[in-house]
C-alpha cells in the first residue's frame, strides 16, 4: 500500500519555479511523493530539506545527499532550518492535512471508517490527545472546539451530549464517541457530521490553525525575494487563513497603505486558485477538497 498518493504533485512544484542550485523546503514530507518531484527537478547543488513530526514517516527519508529529513513540526521552520545553517531559501512547499497513511492506520483514530482508541494525534510526542479533549474539556471548551473546527450548529448540544455520557463512563475509543453521539447521525447525513465532528477534534489535539498561523508568519521571513510558497489545503478554516495571508500578509484586518493610497503587501499571487481534476479525483478520491495557492514574495 502506498504512504500517501500526493495531491497537484505537477501543479504544487510547477508553482514554486524551481532554481537548479536553489534550497527548498518540503514541510509536509509524508511519504516522499512531493519531494522526490523537487528532488527530479534540482541539480548536484540544490538543496531540499523535509520536515514532518510523524515518526511513521521517517522511515520514508530518501537516500539522496541533496535531502535533510528534520523530524519536527513545521511550526518550527525558521529555528531548525537556521540550525542547518540556512536563514533563506527560494521556495516552500505545504500539503497540508492527513496523508493517507494515517487515515489507513487504524490505531490512530484518524478514520471514520474504524474502531479505534481516542488518540488522532499527528506526532505521538503531543500531550494532548483525543481522549484528553473528549473526556476533560469542560462545555465552554468543547462547544468552542466544535463550533470554531467543525463549524456545527449542533456544537451546544453536542457539547452537553459528551459531558453527561462521559459522567456515568468514561468515553475511550472513536465507537463509544459515535454511540453517544448518534443522535445527531442520522443516516442521510452520518458521515458528513462525523468527518466534521473528527475534524474539529483533531484540529484541536494538534492546534493545527495555531501552527499554520506560524508557519506563514515564518515562511515570509525566510523566503528569499521572488522566493515561492505553494500551499494545498483541504477544509476553508485552512483555506482561508492561506488566502488571506497570501493576499494581506496578514489573517485579520487590512495592510496599511503607502503614500499614494496603495496597499503595501508582501506577496504577488501566482495564478489562480487551483483544484484538481475530475481524473486526479477518481484516482485518489482525498484530492477531491483540495485547494493550491502559490505566491512569490515581493
Given at each position: ?28 514530507f ?14 548536484p547543488?540544490?538543496?531540499l ?6 515518526e ?22 525558521k ?64 462547544k ?9 450548529k ?9 459531558i ?23 443516516e442521510?447525513?452520518?458521515n ?86 475530475e ?20
Open positions: 500500500m502506498e504512504y500517501h498518493n500526493p495531491v497537484l504533485l505537477k501543479e504544487t512544484v510547477d508553482g514554486l519555479n524551481i532554481k537548479p542550485d536553489g534550497i527548498y523546503v518540503d514541510v509536509t509524508g511519504g516522499g511523493g512531493h519531494s522526490k518531484e523537487i528532488l527530479k527537478r534540482l541539480g547543488n540544490g538543496k530539506f523535509g520536515f514532518d513530526q510523524d511513521d514517516a521517517w522511515a520514508n527519508t530518501l537516500p539522496d545527499e541533496r535531502f535533510t529529513l528534520i523530524q519536527e513540526n513545521f511550526r518550527y521552520i529555528r531548525f532550518l537556521r540550525f542547518h545553517g540556512v536563514k533563506s531559501v527560494d521556495g516552500i512547499l505545504a500539503d497540508l492535512g492527513v496523508s493517507s497513511h494515517q487515515f489507513d492506520v487504524p490505531e490512530r483514530g484518524f478514520s471514520t471508517r474504524f474502531d479505534a482508541d481516542l488518540d488522532m494525534r499527528m506526532s505521538k510526542k503531543n500531550e494532548l490527545d483525543a481522549h484528553k479533549v473528549i473526556n476533560e474539556y469542560d462545555d465552554t471548551n468543547l468552542r472546539v466544535f463550533l470554531d473546527y467543525g463549524e456545527l449542533a456544537a451546544p448540544a453536542i457539547a452537553r451530549t459528551i453527561e455520557a462521559r459522567e456515568k463512563k468514561t468515553i475511550n475509543t472513536t465507537e463509544e464517541l459515535k454511540m453517544v453521539l448518534a443522535k445527531y447521525l442520522p442521510k447525513v452520518k458528513k457530521v462525523l468527518a466534521q465532528i473528527y475534524q474539529a477534534i483533531r484540529i484541536e489535539v494538534n492546534q493545527e490553525m495555531e501552527v499554520l498561523k506560524e508557519f506563514l508568519e515564518q515562511s515570509l521571513e525566510i523566503l528569499k525575494p521572488e522566493g515561492r510558497l505553494s500551499v494545498i489545503s483541504y477544509h476553508s478554516l485552512e483555506d482561508r487563513l492561506v488566502k488571506r495571508f497570501m493576499k494581506n500578509g496578514m489573517f485579520e484586518g487590512e495592510p496599511e497603505r503607502d503614500f499614494f493610497g496603495n496597499f503595501s503587501v508582501p506577496f504577488k499571487l501566482i495564478g489562480k486558485l487551483i483544484v484538481p481534476t481524473a486526479e479525483i477518481k484516482i485518489n478520491n482525498r484530492a477531491r477538497s483540495a485547494k493550491l495557492r502559490i505566491a512569490e514574495k515581493v
